[in-house]
């Protein structure tokens, strides 16, 4: 540590290892009993940091370190000596920790997933991805025989007619439809074993992003008829739906109003009643093994391969059937009171699972933190290779998290593919299975 004169104002700095500490005047001091106690706290705020900083590196260097060097050019990420204390945050919530999983104990990817694909939280992401790890090993999906109608939703009963057949003696792998939870019958298609996986999503963005995909919004405006600019806004809008019921009987709300808890099963008439949407909670709970939180997508993506022992390769994404949302009604506190209110179920459930996902992720262990940084890492440098239309293949060195792998652009041709071509793909593919014909679309 050094003490140097700064300017010629008197003002003196404070210095450790060339950086600055902090800077104090002298002749505003009142006394040096004051400067040598505010001498005393920044010594020990230094020395804390770095000893933090010295048993974080210490910690990890029990495995071999690894580091990302990017080629732009080659399109090579090298990962030979990663280190990213960045990477070691503390989360608000206050869990309690467990042992990390260890990496070592993954022998055998999980191929038997049921994914429940949520209404706009990220799953048309989410079944990209399903879908390319069931192309890449030609395993059975759970898909429609028509596009007819919604050709991905199956609803809350399963009805074997309308799904694609699969050959004698095997079993679906992979189901990533829209689906309405239910229990027994699922049971009819999906194995007993299989992993049961779904996402969750904020509940006054996803009342948002599904209020301008479903047209709610639009349907208002068709019924309240405005006369000026402030009256087409959402804010009046919804303002004057809730002060205006009666006006807006048909409107139409069912994919606005508490649909992540519709979708895993709870019923319109129990939407307001405490113990059945705590009994649909609990069912959730017992049932599913990972429930994924939206807002933290890359962190919910490297939980689950790590349940499934997949690899980084399988879950590199771009953001499928995402859209843009310029409407705010956030600052606006009677409508986001009205909102937990109206929308209560869907806060409920939202609450519990991302408690429960956190204590999730912190049983990880520090190092999950770790690879989540360093696969944010890899999807931009995927991302920016996929829209280079001048590179051929991107190469991914081996890495304490991952096996080296190669992409190439047909590759990049199923990470962007859109939902609808992608399950048409897929469609086609296991009906030459069965040797069947799908009526034509």
Same mark, same amino acid.
């Given at each position: 540590?050094?003490?140097?004169? !700064? ?9 450790? /290892? ?14 040096? *009993? ?6 005393? $706290?920044?010594?020990?705020? @230094? ?29 090579? #990420?090298?990962?030979?000596? =990663? ?16 042992? @990390? ?13 049921? &994914?429940?694909?949520? !209404? ?8 990209? $991805?399903?879908?390319? &790890? ?26 074997? /007619?309308?799904i694609i057949p699969i050959p004698k003696n095997q079993s679906y792998n992979i189901l990533c439809n829209h689906i309405v939870y239910n229990r027994n019958e699922l049971t009819k298609i999906m194995p007993g074993y299989a992993m049961n996986i779904t996402i969750v999503r904020e509940p006054t963005t996803h009342f948002l992003s599904s209020s301008l995909y479903f047209g709610f919004f639009n349907n208002l405006k068709r019924i309240a008829k405005p006369n000026n600019d402030w009256e087409k ?7 004057? =739906? ?28 129990? &939407? ?51 859209? %843009? ?24 459930? =939202? ?10 992720? !912190? ?13 944010? $890492? ?12 001048? *590179? %051929?293949? #991107? ?13 190439? %652009? ?32």
């Amino acid at each position: 540590m050094v003490w140097a004169d !700064h300017g010629g104002e008197g003002l003196q700095q404070v210095m450790l /290892d060339g950086e600055q500490l902090g800077v104090y005047a002298p002749t505003m001091m009142p006394n040096r *009993r004051m400067t040598r106690d505010c001498l005393t $706290i920044v010594v020990c705020v @230094s020395v804390a940091y770095w000893c933090v900083h010295l048993f974080f590196q210490t910690t990890l260097s029990c495995t071999p370190q690894r580091s990302r060097i990017f080629d732009s050019e080659a399109g090579n #990420i090298d990962v030979s000596s =990663y280190q990213d204390s960045g990477a070691i945050t503390q989360h608000k919530h206050s869990m309690s920790l467990s042992t @990390s999983r260890p990496l070592q104990e993954c022998f055998k990817e999980v191929k038997h997933v049921m &994914f429940l694909k949520m !209404h706009k939280a990220g799953s048309s992401t989410m079944q990209n $991805i399903f879908l390319r &790890f069931a192309l890449a090993r030609d395993l059975n999906v759970v898909l429609l025989n028509s596009f007819k109608g919604s050709f991905h939703i199956i609803g809350r009963n399963v009805v074997k /007619d309308r799904i694609i057949p699969i050959p004698k003696n095997q079993s679906y792998n992979i189901l990533c439809n829209h689906i309405v939870y239910n229990r027994n019958e699922l049971t009819k298609i999906m194995p007993g074993y299989a992993m049961n996986i779904t996402i969750v999503r904020e509940p006054t963005t996803h009342f948002l992003s599904s209020s301008l995909y479903f047209g709610f919004f639009n349907n208002l405006k068709r019924i309240a008829k405005p006369n000026n600019d402030w009256e087409k806004t959402e804010e009046f809008l919804i303002l004057d =739906y809730i002060k205006n019921p009666g006006k807006y009987k048909n409107v139409g709300t069912m994919l606005v109003h508490n649909l992540q808890s519709l979708d895993l099963g709870l019923n319109a008439p129990d &939407f307001f009643n405490r113990k059945k949407i705590d009994d649909i909670i609990k069912i959730v709970d017992e049932d599913f093994q990972l429930v994924m939180v939206m807002e933290y997508f890359d962190e919910s993506l490297i939980l689950m391969i790590r349940y499934l022992c997949w690899d980084l390769k399988d879950v590199i994404y771009v953001p499928n059937n995402a859209g %843009k949302s310029q409407v705010n009604i956030t600052e606006n506190p009677y409508i986001v009171s009205w909102l937990h209110q109206w929308n209560r179920a869907d806060y409920m459930l =939202y609450a519990h699972f991302q408690k429960k996902f956190w204590r999730h992720v !912190h049983a990880e262990g520090v190092e999950f933190f770790l690879e989540v940084q360093y696969f944010k $890492i890899i999807v931009q440098n995927v991302w920016n290779f996929c829209l280079n239309v001048n *590179r %051929k293949e #991107i190469q991914i060195e081996e890495s304490r998290w991952n096996k080296a792998f190669r992409l190439n %652009k047909y590759d990049c041709q199923y990470i962007l593919l859109d939902e609808r071509s992608f399950v048409k793909i897929m469609m086609d593919k296991a009906a030459r299975k069965v040797n069947i014909t799908l009526p034509n679309v």
